[in-house]
C-alpha cells in the first residue's frame, strides 16, 4: 500500500455480471482506472465508495 491510500468499494458490471470487490487507491479516479486495467475497458464501473462509509441496506459484500 502507498501512502495515502484508501479502501474502495467498486461495484462493477462485466457482461451480465454484478460483481462487488475492494480496490486499494488514493482517489475515486485511481480505483477506476485501477479497475478498469484489471477487468478491461469494456466493464462498466456502477459505484465507488469509500471503505469507512456506510453501505445501503441491500447491499451485501
Do not use: Q
Request: net charge positive.
Amino acid at each position: 500500500m502507498r501512502c495515502g491510500e484508501k479502501c474502495f468499494y467498486v461495484t462493477i458490471e462485466k457482461g451480465n455480471e454484478t460483481k462487488d470487490i475492494t480496490v486499494n487507491a488514493r482517489t475515486t479516479a485511481e480505483a477506476r482506472k485501477t479497475v478498469r486495467s484489471v477487468y478491461g475497458r469494456e466493464t462498466t464501473v456502477l459505484f465507488v465508495r469509500r471503505k469507512n462509509k456506510t453501505l445501503p441496506k441491500n447491499h451485501s459484500l
